[in-house]
């Protein structure tokens, strides 16, 4: 047994002690309103989408494209066994990709699902930890109408109901005949 | 070229040419006055010799007449003198005219008249024995005495009158040789005065030119010479000083060849010590190459030890590859249970403690295994780096057991060159005590050398007080001799 291994056992003791405790602690969102968030990695920075806004978020098996005039419209994807259309989340919001899309929001609002690269981490914070954004006039920027401040940074909230508004509107606007 | 010597001998010649003329015109007029002297005195003696001889003749007649007159014997005294005399007498007067042939005839004559006038005396004085006084007297009276007498005075006269024109004619003589020798010896002297003057001045004006000029090229070279003194003299401390430093550079020398003869000698020792190392090294190079061939074995049990081990640590890698993904699954099902527990409202609440509690399992789950995964990727690095490594010391190893053979290759070459370079070593340190002892000679020499160069320039000092003494000299003579050009 090489010393390097007695680090190792105390932190999975320490691991299974903190999970165990949690359980006998009350829950903190008992006393105190909390909301969560999921930053993710999207272009060049970081952005944190409301978990409230999410019907659940799921890997990308695969995607099969077909032709359609919305160049933000990447396919359609099977997500616990139905069909929904991926878009692109990061050309709703006017970004450069930051790599290959493998994770899929799903909305709770309507049934499509946002594609972004990368999860970064889970973030809780107290109720009223957002703020407003200062120009939020901007067509990439309606979309990113709040901020949360967290770990001493400042870091744009982006509005699912906001894209998939502005989806649903780019969708009417296309003609019929082509939809039908 | 004339020289001052022949222009001075040439003065000197003439002067005395000039003298010598002199003189001998002085010394011709001298004799001529001897000659006349000695002629005027032999002329006074014919003279007195004739006036003793008339004298005698009067003596004889005298002596007779006293007695003609007396009959006293006593008074024939003067006459028999006189007669005794007489012949002497004319034989002195023919010694005296003997160089005059009419003065001879003269005597001739006169003394025919005075043996005739001593004849008549005899005469007489016999007749005034035998016939007294009277016939004497009368006989004397008939004037026969009287006439011999008067011719015997002319022709005393006539002699008398010629030794007189001689006289005359001699002091004439005198006059002419002493004016002769006054006009010479006074136009000789101002001659000579003129020429010894002109002489003078042209020997003072040539002589004053061409000592001036060596004089003033005498005064040049001092300067000259002074000057090159003083450039000996620097050129000696020059040389003395270099030689100060040659001899300080000659001792280093010396001292650097005994230390290089030192160093010979221990590389000489140091080298036979070397030969017997490298006799051993031989062996011990045989004993570490069998030494290289157990490391080398080692060395390749170690690579694929190494090489094991980078195998298990990409198995590891594979499994964490696993458990990440699973992590990473197990914290999108926590997220999504999170939601689902919250969409529940109420009820999920409970679920939804346990799934936040799986996610932030999950979370610190897949921190361990990022921080694994650095470990493995550490551990496959130094892996990697130890089996290069090791691969490159089994090269090495490879690569020292060839060269180990060339070691033992050169050390049997270096055993061959140690020996040749102890023979050169000797031969080096033969070679610098030959140089040192070579070197001890130089450093003689060149002591010598500077001492002579010393020399030189206590020479040199001379040479410039003696340059200096020159010059003032040569100022000092050309002062002399041309004031108006040294001032």
Sequence with gaps: ?180 | MWTFGKKIALGFAVAFLLLLVISLVAYRSIEALSRTSYAVTHTHQELEATAQLFGSLKDAETGQRGYALTGDESYLEPFNTATAAMDGEFKNLRDLASDEPQQQKRIDTLQALATAKLTELRKTIEMRRKLGADATIKYIQGGAGKHLMDEARQVIGEMGQVERDQLRKRAEDVETASSDARTTIIAGTVACLVFIILAGAVLTRTLSSQIGAAVRHVRQSSTELHAAANQQAAGARESATSMTQITSTINELLATSRQIADSAQRVATIAEQTVSAAGSGESIVSLANQSISGIRGQVDMMVNHMLELGKKSQQIGAVLDIVSELAEQTNILAINATIEATGAGETGKRFGVVADEIRKLADRVAASTKEIRTLINDVRSAVNTSVMATETGSKAVDAGSRQFADVAVAFKRIAGLVNTTTEAAREIELSTKQQTSAVEQVNIAIANTAQATRETEASSGQTLQTASQLSSLSQDLLRIIQPETAA
């Excluded at chain 1, 098996?61 to 990061?90: E, K, N, W």
């Excluded at chain 1, 899309?101 to 909305?107: D, G, K």
């Design chain 1, 1 to 180: 047994m090489s010393p390097e291994s007695t680090p190792v056992r105390s932190l999975a003791a320490q691991l299974r002690r903190s999970f165990d405790d949690s359980f006998a602690r009350p829950s903190l969102s008992d006393r105190i309103a909390q909301e969560d968030f999921l930053a993710i990695e999207l272009g060049d920075g970081r952005y944190v989408l409301r978990l409230a806004e999410i019907a659940h978020v799921a890997p990308i098996q695969s995607i099969t494209r077909f032709p359609t005039p919305l160049a933000q419209l990447l396919g359609i994807a099977g997500v616990r066994g139905a069909l929904v259309p991926v878009y692109d989340m990061g050309a709703w919001l006017g970004l450069e990709a930051g790599g290959a899309p493998r994770w899929l929001a799903v909305t709770g609002a309507a049934p499509l699902a946002l594609a972004f690269p990368a999860i970064h981490s889970y973030v809780r914070v107290p109720q009223g930890a957002t703020a407003r954004a200062d120009e939020p006039q901007q067509a990439a920027s309606r979309h990113l109408a709040e901020i949360l401040h967290h770990d001493g940074r400042a870091v744009p909230v982006i509005s699912l109901p906001s894209i998939v508004a502005a989806i649903e509107s780019a969708v009417q606007a296309l003609p019929q005949a082509r939809v039908a």
